[in-house]
């Protein structure tokens, strides 16, 4: 059986990382416009650099949850009975990889990936960015940005995403509230490819309808359970 997850910010939220979208989430403190947009950064620069550095540091507070560690489990598992999972991630934590999966998609960037804007150049870096940081290649000072895509930037690696979910058997989404595209579509590609579709959130997501099948509850819960049926049937 060949899987594509999808996962959005509620998979990390019972490891202690906010939401966006929920009561007291990150989009009610912080405006969108101001730090995660390419203009946003350009007018303010240092208060993006402290947005996203503060959220690097609290990567260190927290750790992988249940629902992380099952679908490593589940990677692992179908590996070797032939399958495969293809975990794309709209979050921007390590939690993924830190619960054991290997190749993750993080379709929005990561918190621990920086570039220069000057030379292009990634590097990871765990750090805070800090005014008059130097790029490590062109030696540019204030060109290091963190590897985010921001509203109005194009999700990365879109062609690999299309190819496994034109072949998968069935489309997950875990976490999401499926209020941001291209992600909130994948549902409907998935379902045009012949794809079953399930949704596994704490509530119907805005795209609910569009999906086969939803289970819904804490993914630390419902997550594991969901993992163990799939591995318990094949
Ligand atoms: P949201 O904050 O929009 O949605 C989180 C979803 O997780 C909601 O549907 C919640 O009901 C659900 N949820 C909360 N706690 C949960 C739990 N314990 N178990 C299961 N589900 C839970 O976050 P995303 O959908 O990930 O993009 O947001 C998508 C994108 O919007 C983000 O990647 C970010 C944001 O703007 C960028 O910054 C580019």
Not at 204 to 229: M, N, T
Request: charged share 20%; aromatic share 8%.
């Amino acid at each position: 059986m060949n899987i594509v997850i999808l996962t959005g910010a509620g998979i990390s939220a019972e490891s202690g990382i906010e939401t966006f979208r929920d009561a007291g989430g990150l989009w009610e403190n912080h405006r969108i416009e101001d730090v995660a947009t390419p203009e946003g950064y350009a007018r303010d620069p240092d208060l993006v650099q402290r947005f996203y550095n503060l959220r690097r540091a609290a990567l260190k507070t927290v750790k992988p949850n249940a629902a992380h560690i099952a679908l490593a489990k589940l990677e692992h598992r179908l590996l070797r009975q032939d399958g495969s999972v293809t975990l794309v991630t709209q979050n921007v934590d390590d939690l993924h990889e830190r619960g054991g999966s290997t190749d993750v998609i993080h379709m929005h960037g990561q918190l621990t990936s920086v570039f220069c804007t000057a030379c292009n150049h990634r590097w990871n870096h765990a750090q805070d960015i800090k005014t008059g940081q130097i790029c490590i290649t062109c030696k540019t000072s204030d060109t290091t940005r963190p590897d985010i895509v921001w509203f109005g930037e194009m999700p990365y690696h879109m062609d690999r995403i299309e190819a496994a979910l034109s072949s998968c058997d069935l489309f997950v989404s875990i976490g999401t509230s499926g209020a941001v595209y291209p992600a909130a579509g994948f549902v409907q590609m998935a379902t045009a490819y012949g794809a079953q579709t399930l949704e596994l959130n704490l509530e119907r997501s805005q795209g609910s309808h569009y999906f086969d099948d939803s289970q819904l509850g804490p993914a630390s819960k419902i997550v594991p359970q969901w993992v163990d049926a799939v591995l318990n049937e094949n």
